[in-house]
């Protein structure tokens, strides 16, 4: 009997978890969830490595706390040390879904320092750093699509470095993204990398651009106004959609694939719904097509096994209706540029505070060792 991840899945989404710890690896959990929700990567980022070790009921860290303590470690390298170690251990659960799926996916990400999204050296430097250390080629180097993030990530591909590009809310900065990744590739292949070796994924925040959009529709208060609320968030997704299949049928990207290439697949993100009005698996259905990732946090995976309606495609078919959502926003005098600016702004502050609150508890918890 099918189950809706396992349509989700035939429907050509790849579905990845939006959580990871220790425990969820040595429990079992992670494995069960390969077996029984059709997860097949992992995403993390300060926030879930904070939660995790930081969680007062979690003792899986204890050991290697005390061991950095007495090494003399600081809350950097100790962070660094127990986030790849993770990483690492997912890597290795996933590395048969990774021979399975033809190495696309079995993926696992990891996120670059957030204190350096405005600084592209040192944003090279430490993809490179977390590439050598976790050693695994399913990784995936997260790099925030800012300004500063778009050499670095041309960089990195150049490198060999597969790479998660994260904070992407504006189909502008999406083009600067693919743009980026091939002029990576372009330069990997003149240096004589393996092409087909290189993978990356393009990750657009979803809820996220609706909360935003229904506060300013909800503070103009027409009927208007209100007919357009939830629905900018899944036009920006399906227009995004839209620009990767016209840029990868370019000749430009068509003939990197004819020398190996992978294509840099669009992945869904914060697609938990934040208003509670909304089908809680609003931003898995409606964003269904072949060749995406939908990475979901555990609630709204579990939604979606329970009672998500898999209906096939409700993407390729909406582009101009979703047009027409963002005409409709700037008749009524919403600047979307001024709201896919705020959300990257605000996505980099709170990765920022959540990097060092996670900085905070640990070195507390290194100077109680010693």
Do not use: C
Not at 169 to 183: G, N, P, Q
Not at 342 to 368: M, N, P, R, Y
């Amino acid at each position: 009997m099918s189950t809706p991840t396992a349509d989700l899945a035939a429907a050509g989404v790849s579905i990845w978890l939006d959580d990871l710890s220790r425990t969820r690896i040595s429990s079992g959990n992670l494995a069960e969830l390969i077996e029984t929700r059709n997860v097949v990567g992992v995403t993390t980022n300060p926030t879930i490595f904070a939660n995790a070790i930081t969680d007062k009921n979690n003792t899986s860290y204890d050991a290697q706390v005390t061991e950095l303590a007495a090494s003399g470690a600081t809350a950097e390298e100790a962070v660094f040390a127990a986030t790849t170690q993770d990483v690492a251990a997912a890597l290795d659960v996933f590395r048969p879904v990774w021979e399975a799926s033809g190495h696309v996916d079995g993926r696992v990400s990891i996120e670059v320092s957030p204190d350096l999204a405005h600084d592209t050296e040192g944003t090279v430097a430490q993809a490179k750093q977390l590439w050598a250390k976790v050693d695994r080629p399913n990784l995936l180097v997260k790099i925030p699509a800012t300004k500063a993030g778009l050499p670095a990530i041309t960089e990195a591909i150049a490198s060999g470095i597969s790479v998660n590009v994260t904070l992407i809310f504006s189909l502008e900065r999406y083009a600067e993204v693919i743009d980026a990744y091939l002029t990576g590739l372009e330069r990997a292949h003149s240096a004589d990398f393996d092409l087909s070796s290189i993978h990356s994924v393009a990750s657009f925040f979803v809820s996220r651009v609706d909360t935003e959009t229904d506060k300013r529709l909800s503070a103009i208060g027409t009927p208007e106004a209100d007919a357009l609320k939830s629905k900018a968030g899944l036009a920006n997704a399906r227009l995004a959609y839209e620009l990767f299949e016209q840029k990868f049928a370019e000749k430009r990207a068509q003939d990197l694939i004819a020398l190996g290439a992978n294509a840099q697949r669009p992945l869904w993100a914060s697609t938990g719904v934040k208003d509670p009005a909304l089908p809680d698996t609003l931003y898995v259905t409606e964003l269904v097509a072949k060749d995406v990732v939908n990475t979901m946090p555990e609630k709204t995976l579990e939604a979606t096994f329970d009672h998500g309606v898999v209906t096939g495609d409700t993407i390729t078919g909406g582009y101009e209706d979703a047009r027409a959502v963002f005409a409709g926003l700037a008749d009524l005098g919403i600047d979307f540029t001024d709201v896919t600016q705020v959300l990257e702004d605000e996505g980099v502050a709170k990765f920022i505070d959540s990097w060092h609150d996670l900085l905070t508890q640990v070195a507390a918890g290194l100077e109680a060792q010693r």
